[in-house]
């Protein structure tokens, strides 16, 4: 048996609104074990990126526990916060607007070392930033520009080397791909799962992109509107997807391929409702094409089928 | 074939800021048949949105210059066209959709009113030769106010809420109220720049069938803007693929997708794409970076990332080989018949 280096036990965040409470992550329980990786797929607005804050307690809990490494980092004041921060750490989907902008190459990455591991010696420091720059793959002679200088797969690598630069064990990656090019997409993919190998560190993947997701996760969580509704080892959701939104969410990927007939799309009806008080039942109800009495009357009990294969459904029971 | 509907030629289109030139789209040919899709596909800096404003005539004053080349739109060049002759062809017989529904609605009109606006501009003015025949009359108020409504129906929102502001819709429904606008004068030309990257996938999906049940339902042909291949092979009937200001490679869905003659950079571009059906552990992800289009390079555009390369990629400029529909820029081909 592997440990969980995380795990939460019924995670909430409620955002308070005009119209009531606004139920972004809504009992949530997850583990992700040592040196593996979790994707959570899903739509914007789902909660997904919330999620991923409150883990790293970057918003604060509504109510449930987050077990890191066993300890409950909920109860933990600001002072404990702030040496656990060191193991766990976030990289950010945007590389434009997460660099400041008036920082250089060197002083971005050199950041986190001083103001977290209180290295101060210059020697060390530099020593320390160019072996980051060469395991991240950024040319050392790109040491003194600007992040406007530099292209988005190259700022995303900046972004890494920071969050690498304090040695956390656990990264959440909140979409850091969805704003490159394909070509470069792959390389950053290459690039985080190399590094996983070598320092066996432990991901939770964020992405709305299913088939980003599939190459880097040993397990996957579909997150709608709040609550996780299937989790699957990464090959048994594509091959056996349960859930009618999983399973539309997959149709719904254009494959590049050649087709002798045009394929026919299928579509699943509507948008996704609101999250503010949401009501009982099944949330994905109003666009499941499968949809009956018994979904909309109480929460649906969220069930492990078979082997690590969990789902919210009424069909699965 | 006689049913080219857009025919662009040596198209060669440079921006000039600060004394440096940018070469952003450099001697492209396309064609475009009637009622066909054709798929732009390549990386942010390619070329694909020049083009595209430059058939509209809407690259930036004194800024962006079309250099070199022809754009026959059914026979007329539409550089050599005035610009208030450009000015009605916009939006009535070529029509655009641009990428960020967000941004391309105006946050204090309700939609229905720049809908109807469209209409109203068209009527206001004259006739000219590019124009097909029902276009040609005026329409009253009455019948502007019907023809927001059907066209809403259309795309798929309720006309109970022509009133409603861009802010009091979601990102699928304001992209549906673009693809209205664009579509409410039933243009010949539809140009559908990236119309739906900002979107999710299961919205993704219902607005392309949206696209495409319309531009059947009114004939429309469609240059289809995307950096997504599978988009394409669900949609298009024809595909190029640009690299640096360039069409490396051009052809029917079924040559690009299939066959084992292609240029190395669409090769790379397939191969990088996560596979859903497949079980890869590691991409295949194309090394290296784009050339940046202010530098003057010799040889092929793509020479310094390409598995392929050989001696005379970094010196001479590939030639097209041709074979049926498939075109391709590459030294590896160029050589054969």
């Given at each position: 048996?592997s440990?969980?280096?995380?795990?939460?036990?019924n995670?909430?965040?409620?955002?308070?609104?005009?119209?009531?409470?606004?139920?972004?992550?809504?009992?949530?329980n997850?583990?992700?074990?040592?040196g593996e990786?979790?994707?959570?797929?899903?739509?914007s607005g789902?909660?997904?990126?919330?999620?991923?804050?409150?883990?790293l307690?970057?918003s604060?809990?509504?109510?449930g526990q987050?077990?890191?490494?066993?300890?409950?980092?909920t109860?933990?004041?600001?002072?404990?916060?702030k040496i656990?921060?060191?193991?766990?750490q976030?990289?950010?989907?945007?590389p434009f607007?997460?660099?400041?902008p008036?920082?250089i190459?060197?002083d971005?990455?050199?950041?986190?070392?001083?103001e977290?591991?209180?290295i101060?010696?210059k020697?060390?420091?530099?020593?320390?930033?160019?072996?980051?720059?060469?395991?991240?793959?950024?040319?050392?002679?790109?040491?003194?520009?600007?992040?406007?200088e530099?292209?988005?797969?190259?700022r995303q690598?900046?972004?890494i080397?920071?969050?690498?630069?304090?040695d956390?064990?656990?990264?959440?990656?909140?979409?850091?791909?969805?704003?490159?090019?394909?070509?470069?997409?792959?390389?950053i993919?290459?690039?985080?799962?190399?590094l996983?190998q070598?320092?066996?560190l432990?991901?939770?993947?964020?992405?709305h992109d299913?088939?980003?997701?599939?190459h880097?996760?040993?397990?996957i969580?579909?997150?709608?509107?709040?609550?996780?509704?299937?989790?699957?080892?990464?090959?048994?959701l594509?091959?056996?997807?349960l859930?009618?939104?999983?399973?539309?969410?997959?149709?719904?990927?254009?494959?590049?391929?050649?087709?002798?007939?045009?394929?026919?799309?299928e579509?699943?009806?509507?948008?996704?409702?609101s999250?503010?008080?949401?009501?009982?039942?099944?949330?994905?109800?109003?666009?499941?094409k499968?949809?009956?009495?018994?979904?909309?009357?109480?929460?649906?009990?969220?069930?492990?089928i078979?082997k690590?294969h969990?789902?919210?459904?009424?069909?699965?029971k | 074939m006689?049913?080219?509907?857009?025919?662009?030629q040596?198209?060669?289109?440079?921006?000039?800021v600060?004394?440096?030139?940018?070469?952003?789209?450099?001697?492209?040919?396309?064609?475009?048949?009637k009622?066909?899709?054709?798929g732009i596909v390549?990386?942010?800096?390619?070329?694909?949105?020049?083009?595209?404003?430059?058939i509209l005539?809407?690259l930036?004053?004194?800024?962006?210059f079309?250099?070199?080349g022809?754009?026959?739109?059914?026979?007329q060049?539409?550089?050599d066209?005035?610009?208030?002759?450009?000015?009605?062809i916009?939006?009535e017989?070529?029509?655009?959709?641009?990428?960020d529904?967000?941004?391309s609605?105006n946050?204090?009109i309700?939609?229905?009113?720049?809908?109807?606006?469209?209409?109203?501009f068209?009527?206001?003015v004259y006739?000219?030769s590019?124009?097909?025949e029902k276009?040609?009359?005026?329409?009253?108020?009455?019948?502007i106010?019907?023809?927001?409504?059907?066209?809403?129906?259309?795309?798929?929102?309720?006309?109970?809420?022509k009133?409603?502001?861009p802010?009091?819709?979601s990102?699928?429904m304001?992209q549906?109220?673009?693809?209205?606008?664009?579509?409410?004068?039933?243009?010949?030309?539809?140009?559908?720049?990236?119309?739906?990257?900002?979107?999710?996938?299961?919205?993704?999906?219902?607005?392309?069938?949206?696209?495409?049940?319309?531009?059947d339902?009114?004939d429309?042909?469609?240059?289809?803007?995307?950096h997504?291949?599978?988009?394409?092979?669900?949609?298009?009937?024809?595909?190029?693929?640009?690299?640096?200001?360039?069409?490396?490679?051009?052809?029917?869905?079924k040559?690009?997708?299939?066959g084992?003659?292609h240029?190395?950079?669409?090769?790379?571009?397939?191969?990088?794409?996560?596979?859903?059906?497949?079980?890869?552990?590691?991409?295949k992800?194309?090394p290296?970076?784009?050339?940046?289009?202010?530098q003057?390079?010799?040889?092929?555009?793509?020479?310094?990332?390409?598995?392929?390369?050989f001696?005379?990629?970094?010196t001479?400029?590939?030639?097209?080989?041709?074979k049926g529909?498939?075109?391709?820029?590459?030294?590896l081909?160029s050589?054969?018949?």
């Open positions: 048996m440990i969980p280096l995380i795990e939460t036990h995670l909430k965040k409620y955002f308070k609104t005009k119209a009531g409470y606004l139920h972004a992550v809504d009992d949530i997850i583990q992700i074990n040592k990786t979790l994707g959570i797929v899903g739509e789902c909660g997904k990126s919330t999620l991923g804050r409150t883990v307690r970057l604060a809990p509504t109510s987050i077990l890191f490494d066993g300890k409950d980092i109860k933990y004041n600001h002072k404990q916060m656990a921060k060191s193991d766990m976030i990289i950010f989907q945007d607007s997460s660099l400041d008036r920082m190459v060197f971005l990455i050199a950041e986190p070392i001083k977290i591991l209180g101060k010696n020697k060390e420091l530099e020593t320390k930033v160019f072996k980051l720059m060469e395991t991240v793959g950024l040319s050392d002679k790109l040491v003194n520009v600007y992040p406007h530099l292209d988005g797969g190259r690598r900046i972004g080397a920071r969050t690498l630069s304090i956390p064990q656990f990264i959440v990656c909140d979409e850091p791909v969805s704003a490159l090019d394909v070509s470069i997409q792959a390389q993919l290459n690039l985080l799962m190399d996983q070598e320092r066996n432990t991901y939770m993947f964020i992405t299913l088939s980003v997701v599939k880097i996760s040993n397990k969580s579909v997150m709608y509107l709040g609550q996780i509704v299937e989790t699957a080892m990464s090959e048994e594509f091959s056996n997807p859930h009618p939104y999983t399973q539309a969410l997959l149709a719904a990927i254009p494959r590049a391929k050649y087709y002798e007939k045009k394929k026919v799309r579509i699943i009806r509507g948008e996704v409702t999250p503010i008080e949401p009501k009982p039942g099944c949330r994905f109800a109003p666009r499941c499968y949809v009956k009495a018994e979904c909309t009357l109480a929460d649906i009990d969220y069930i492990e078979s690590d969990y789902v919210a459904c009424v069909l699965h | 006689n049913d080219v509907l857009l025919d662009i040596d198209l060669e289109v440079t921006y000039e600060n004394n440096e030139v940018i070469r952003a789209v450099n001697r492209i040919n396309i064609q475009l048949h009622k066909e899709t054709l390549g990386e942010a800096g390619a070329g694909k949105t020049t083009t595209a404003l430059s005539g809407l930036p004053k004194k800024i962006g079309v250099k070199n022809k754009i026959l739109f059914k026979g060049n539409l550089l066209l005035e610009h208030e002759l450009i000015r009605q916009r939006g017989v070529i029509s655009m959709i641009f990428q529904p967000m941004t609605l946050p204090v309700p939609i229905g009113k720049q809908i109807a606006e469209v209409l109203e068209h009527n206001s006739q000219n590019l124009m097909s276009n040609k009359q005026k329409k009253t108020k009455a019948e106010e019907r023809l927001v409504e059907d066209i809403l129906q259309m795309v798929g929102i309720s006309p109970s809420r009133h409603d502001y802010h009091q819709l990102g699928g304001k549906r109220v673009v693809i209205a606008i664009a579509l409410i004068c039933n243009p010949e030309l539809l140009i559908a720049d990236e119309p739906t990257s900002a979107l999710d996938v299961t919205i993704q999906a219902q607005i392309l069938s949206i696209m495409e049940d319309l531009k339902k009114l429309t042909s469609m240059i289809m803007i995307t997504d291949l599978g988009i394409v092979a669900e949609t298009c009937d024809t595909v190029g693929i640009m690299y640096a200001g360039q069409i490396v490679e051009f052809g029917t869905i040559d690009i997708f299939t084992d003659r240029h190395p950079y669409t090769v790379g571009l397939i191969n990088s794409l996560p596979d859903i059906d497949s079980n890869q552990d590691r991409l992800a194309i290296g970076l784009m050339l940046s289009p202010t003057i390079t010799e040889g092929c555009k793509f020479h310094n990332r390409c598995p392929k390369c001696d005379k990629c970094s001479i400029e590939p030639n097209e080989y041709v529909s498939h075109r391709i820029k590459c030294h081909f050589c054969t018949d």
